[in-house]
Structure formats: C-alpha cells, structure tokens
C-alpha cells in the first residue's frame, strides 16, 4: 500500500535553531515526492520536488531510498517559516494523484 | 490569470440538501484534481480530470458524488443527500503535467448541519 508518514503533528524551535521535518513513505516502484506548505489564511502551496534537487526558502529534502524517507531540512529556521508542511508522494500510474501525511505544524519561537 | 479559484468559499447546508461546488482551473493546464481534507488529516484524493475525461475516481467518492468537467475548463463537484460526515474542506487542484506538482485553489468549506 503507498503511504506517507509524517511522524510529528507540532514541532517548534526557536528562532535561529536548525529544523528537520520527517516524513517516511511506503512505495514499492521510483516514488516522486513534495513537500507542500500552508502558511497562516493561506492556501496550500508547492514547496519543492525532490526530482528538481532544489532549495527553496532555505529547505532542502533528500530521497534517501533505502530509509525510504524524504526528510524536510533547514540550517536556521525564521519566524515566517511557521506553517504546516505536508510530505506528498505520487505513485503509480500517470494521473499525478498525491497521496499526502497527516501534517507537521513547525511553529518557530522567537 | 489568477490561479485556481474555488467557489464559494463556505457553504453552510441542511443534512439531506444537494450541494455544487465549481472550480476554475490554471487556464493552460489540462490535469484537474479534487481533494477533500477533515481536520488534523491531510487532503485525500477524490478524483481526477484530464481535459474533459474522468480518469479516476476514489473508493472515498461515493454514488451521491459526482464531478464534471464538461469542457476541459471549469469544473463541478456535487454532493447528493448530503450527510454529516461530508463535512470539510474540498480542494481543488490543477498542473501541467504530473512532475511539477499541482497548483491549489483555495478551497470551499462544507458544513452539514
């Protein structure tokens, strides 16, 4: 079955403190995964892809295979970087059907 | 071009009401997709547009969901007999393709009273 795991429902740091988001995924085939954001009163947005190997505000997510995770990263996390963060895999077949985790709530105090 | 809209925003209905829901897409992108989110859940896949065709549906979309896309453009999502357990937030979604990832609207909110 083709699962996303997003083990923690809140995490908060401080301001400054280095931020890592987890997600795990079950999927037996060559997963694409997302990391989506949902600031405050906004709507749901694309953060980045991890077939583009991009950093995108400051974050970054590897695709380790063999942990079969895709973990959210951050060196120094800022104030506007509370959110919730939604790990999504799309799996088999060519619709781009998202199957997403529960959500992290990163919450950065000052 | 906005962006995906979603109308309307909240919609408060009587259990057993029919209830319409519309989504305007990205215009240049062909793939549409309705999700459905409760509280403290992620969004779960409802169904899946390319152009007009339908080309999938969850096992979640019962017999009194139905969506639309009749032209390749807008699209409707309608929820029969409505129940209270129908009630969240449906979001809408559009892409080009399947690598880049998708563009949501801002969804409509459904209350069953």
């Known amino acids: 079955a083709q699962r996303v795991t997003q083990p923690e429902k809140l995490l908060s740091v401080f301001k400054g403190a280095p931020v890592e988001l987890k997600c795990n995924y079950s999927?037996?085939?060559?997963?694409?995964l997302f990391w989506y954001v949902q600031y405050s009163r906004q709507r749901l947005q694309l953060l980045l892809r991890h077939i583009s190997r991009e950093s995108i505000k400051g974050f970054t997510a590897d695709l380790n295979k063999g942990e079969t995770s895709f973990h959210l990263k951050k060196p120094f996390a800022q104030e506007e970087d509370s959110a919730m963060y939604y790990c999504?895999?799309?799996?088999?077949?060519?619709?781009?059907?998202?199957?997403f985790g529960q959500g992290t709530t990163l919450q950065v105090k000052p | 071009d906005t962006g995906v809209s979603q109308d309307p925003r909240h919609k408060i209905t009587k259990r057993g009401q029919n209830v319409t829901f519309r989504c305007d897409p990205i215009?240049?992108?062909?793939?549409l997709y309705w999700y459905r989110q409760t509280l403290g859940q992620g969004p779960e896949f409802l169904t899946y547009?390319?152009?007009?065709?339908?080309?999938?549906k969850s096992r979640l979309l019962s017999d009194r969901f139905s969506a639309e896309r009749p032209k390749g453009s807008f699209s409707t999502l309608e929820i029969q007999r409505t129940e209270q357990g129908d009630s969240a937030m449906y979001l809408c979604?559009?892409?080009?393709?399947?690598?880049?990832?998708?563009?949501f609207g801002s969804g409509t909110r459904l209350t069953v009273v």
């Open positions: 999927y037996s085939g060559s997963p694409e």
């Open positions: 979604a559009s892409s080009r393709d399947r690598a880049n990832g998708y563009t």
């Open positions: 547009f390319q152009n007009e065709a339908q080309l999938e």
């Open positions: 999504a895999l799309s799996g088999s077949g060519n619709t781009g059907k998202l199957i």
């Open positions: 215009s240049e992108h062909n793939r």
